[in-house]
C-alpha cells in the first residue's frame, strides 16, 4: 500500500516523538498538518520542505475546541481531505492522592485536557469527516506502556533476555512486567489508560467504514519530555537505554502500510527491552492483583 498523496495530522509534533511522526510520514509522500502549543511548530515547513509535500502549521492547544476546529477545516480545506490522524500530543505532571483539590483541579485540567480530552476532540472532529470521504482512514492514539505489560496479555511475553524485569536484580520482581507509573502518576495514568474507552469503541463503530484505531503504547524513549525528567541532562548510562523515536516512527509507518484490513483496536507495546518494530498481532488484557493489594496483604 502506498502512503503517498495521503493527508495527515500530527498533534504534539514540534519535537520528540511528534516531529518524528511527522518527518516520517512526510519522507512517504503525505501532506502533513502539524499542531503543538510550543512555538517551534512553527518550524516544521521549512523542516519538511525537503520531502516536497504541502504543510500546514498550527500553534494551538488540542484541548481547546476552537483550535481544534481550525486546524481540522482549514487541513480539509487546503488539502482537500484527512485520511490519518496521529493523536500523538501530550504532557507529564507529578500528581498523587493526597494532593489537595486546587492543586488537582489544576492537574486535571493540564495532563488529563491534554493526553485525554484532546484525542477525544480531534478524533470527534476527524471520524465525520472520514466516513463522509468514503475511503477509510487511520487514527494512531499515542498512550503509554504503563498501561500494557509485557505484550498484552502477559502470558504470551516473549521474556526477552534484553527486557529489565528479566533481570535478577532487587529492584525488578521478574516477569511480568506490572501496570502503572508509580503513586505520582495518578492523573497521567487516568488519562492513558482512558484512550482505552476510544479505542475499542471507537474501533468497533468505525471497523465497517474501513477506518482502523489502534494504539502505541510508548515506553522510555529519547525525546523532550523525557529529557525533562532529567533536566535536560541524562547519563550516557540512562540515555543509552532510551529507545529512538526515528525507529518508532517507522514502525508507525509499518502500521499504516497494512491498510484496511490490517488490525484495528490494538495496543502495541513500545517498552524498554522490547524491540522497536511492528510485532505480529496479538490481544489485549492487562492487570496484576498484586499491584493492587491493601497495605499488609
Not at 469527516?129 to 511475553?157: F, L, W
Request: some cysteine; hydrophobic content about 40%; proline content about 6%.
Amino acid at each position: 500500500m502506498s502512503l503517498k498523496g495521503k493527508n495527515a495530522i500530527v498533534t504534539g509534533a514540534a519535537v520528540g516523538l511528534g516531529n518524528a511522526y511527522a518527518e516520517a510520514l512526510a519522507a512517504e509522500g503525505v501532506n502533513v498538518a502539524v499542531i503543538d502549543i510550543r512555538e517551534d511548530v512553527a518550524k516544521l515547513p521549512a523542516q519538511l520542505a525537503k520531502h516536497h509535500v504541502k504543510v500546514l502549521a498550527f500553534q494551538g492547544d488540542v484541548a481547546n475546541p476552537s483550535d481544534v476546529r481550525r486546524v481540522v477545516d482549514t487541513t480539509r480545506s487546503v488539502f482537500g481531505s484527512i485520511d490519518i490522524l496521529i493523536n500523538n500530543a501530550g504532557v507529564w505532571g507529578a500528581s498523587g492522592a493526597e494532593d489537595g483539590l486546587d492543586k488537582s483541579l489544576a492537574d486535571y485540567e493540564k495532563i488529563v485536557g491534554t493526553n485525554m480530552k484532546g484525542e477525544y476532540l480531534f478524533g470527534r472532529a476527524v471520524i465525520p469527516i472520514m466516513i463522509e470521504q468514503g475511503k477509510g482512514g487511520e487514527i494512531v492514539n499515542v498512550a503509554t506502556d504503563h498501561m500494557v505489560t509485557c505484550g498484552t496479555p502477559h502470558n504470551v511475553c516473549p521474556n526477552l533476555p534484553t527486557c529489565p524485569w528479566n533481570q535478577s536484580k532487587p529492584s525488578f520482581q521478574g516477569p511480568p512486567r506490572p501496570t502503572g507509573g508509580g503513586d505520582q502518576m495518578d492523573l497521567y495514568d487516568a488519562g492513558k489508560w482512558g484512550l482505552n474507552g476510544f479505542l475499542f469503541a471507537w474501533a468497533k463503530a468505525l471497523r465497517s467504514h474501513n477506518i482502523r484505531v489502534n494504539g502505541f503504547c510508548m515506553g522510555a524513549t529519547d525525546s523532550y519530555m523525557l529529557r525533562s525528567f532529567h533536566n535536560f541532562s541524562p547519563s550516557k548510562e540512562e540515555q543509552a537505554s532510551w529507545m529512538r523515536a526515528e525507529d518508532n516512527a517507522q514502525a508507525l509507518i509499518d502500521l499504516l502500510n497494512e491498510g484496511p484490513s490490517g488490525r484495528t483496536a490494538e495496543n502495541m507495546n513500545f517498552c524498554v527491552g522490547r524491540p522497536v518494530k511492528l510485532e505480529p498481532p496479538r490481544g489485549v488484557k492487562y492487570i496484576l492483583p498484586a499491584a493492587v493489594a491493601p497495605a499488609g496483604v
